[in-house]
C-alpha cells in the first residue's frame, strides 16, 4: 500500500472509530498464483458492509466481509485465514490467498437527553460534559440554548416541537425532563412514556405535588396504570438543597447509579 494510500486508510479508521462504530481491518498478507490483489492490501468492513478500500472485489471480497461481519456479531477479537480460490471461494483462478482480520470495538458512551435548557440544565449539561457520555439538550429558547458549555459531547437542538423528536431518540438512552414548566414537560413525557421500554431511564424535574399531577395526566393520556412508577419524579437522589447546581448534581448520581445497577460501561 502506498504511502498516500495508508494515510486514506488510517483517515477512514479514524472516520469510523469518530462515529463509535465498531469495524473489522482485513489485511491481505500472503499469495500464491494468481490473485486479484497485491499483499497489503487492506479493506475496513463494519456491520453495514464494506466502508473502505478492497481485498479483490468480486466472491473473494464479498467472503471477506460476510467473515468480517460474523466477527462483529460474535465479537471474535481476531482471525487468520487461508483460501483457495477455487476451491473455497469459486473462482475459475486456482491461487491462494491469505487474510488477517482483526476486530476494533468501539466503546459506545451512554446517550443523554435533556428537554430543557434553564438553570437547572445549564448545570446539569456541565457536568455530563466531565463524563464519558454523549448528551443532545432540546429547547425552543435559542437564548437558552446559546448559554450551553461547548463541548464536543454535546448537541443542541432548538424547536418548538419536543415530543416530535422522541422517536427519533436511540434505545437505550437516558431521558431527562427540566423544560420551562408542566405544559411542556407532559406532552414530552407522554410521548417517552409510550415507548418506555426502549429507555434505560426517565426523569421529570418537579416536587411530589408535580408528580402526583403528572400521574394523573398520564392515566388521562391512556398510559397503563404500570407506567406510572417507570419514571422518576422528583428526579435525582434524595439530598442537598433546591439550588440548581444540588439538583444537578443529584440527578448525575441517580444516572450513574442506574447505569451502574444496569451494568452499562463507564
Known amino acids: 500500500m502506498s504511502r498516500l494510500n495508508f494515510e486514506d486508510y488510517l483517515s477512514a479508521v479514524k472516520t ?24 497489503g492490501a487492506r479493506a475496513l468492513i463494519s456491520a453495514q458492509g464494506l466502508e473502505f478500500g478492497t481485498v479483490g472485489g468480486g466472491k473473494v471480497e464479498k467472503r471477506a466481509i460476510e467473515e468480517a461481519q460474523k466477527m462483529i456479531q460474535a465479537q471474535t477479537p481476531h482471525l487468520y485465514a487461508d483460501w483457495n480460490l477455487q476451491k473455497d471461494i469459486g473462482m475459475t483462478c486456482g491461487g491462494v490467498v491469505s487474510f488477517f482480520f482483526e476486530l476494533h470495538e468501539q466503546n459506545h458512551p451512554f446517550s443523554i437527553y435533556v428537554f430543557g435548557a434553564g438553570h437547572i440544565a445549564q448545570e446539569f449539561v456541565r457536568m455530563l460534559t466531565l463524563l464519558d457520555c ?9 437564548e437558552w440554548v446559546d448559554r450551553l458549555p461547548k463541548s464536543s459531547k454535546l448537541k443542541t437542538l432548538c424547536t418548538d416541537n419536543m415530543p416530535a423528536l422522541v422517536s427519533s431518540i436511540p434505545d437505550k438512552a437516558y431521558i431527562t425532563l427540566m423544560t420551562m414548566g408542566h405544559g411542556t414537560d407532559l406532552p ?51 439530598f442537598g438543597t433546591n439550588s440548581p447546581v444540588e439538583i444537578a448534581f443529584s440527578i448525575v448520581a441517580q444516572i450513574l447509579k442506574t447505569r451502574d445497577q444496569n451494568n452499562e460501561p463507564a
Open 16 to 39: 469510523l472509530q469518530e462515529a463509535g462504530k465498531t469495524f473489522v481491518s482485513v489485511t491481505l498478507v500472503n499469495q500464491q498464483g494468481s490473485s486479484p490483489q497485491e499483499v
Open 134 to 142: 454523549r448528551i443532545t439538550c432540546i429547547d425552543p429558547r435559542q
Open 188 to 238: 414530552v413525557l407522554v410521548e417517552v412514556m409510550k415507548q418506555r421500554d426502549r429507555f434505560t431511564y426517565v426523569g421529570n424535574v418537579g416536587s411530589d405535588q408535580k408528580a402526583r399531577r403528572l400521574k394523573q395526566d398520564l392515566l388521562n393520556a391512556g398510559l397503563p396504570q404500570e407506567s406510572l412508577t417507570r419514571f422518576f419524579c422528583p428526579m435525582g437522589e434524595n
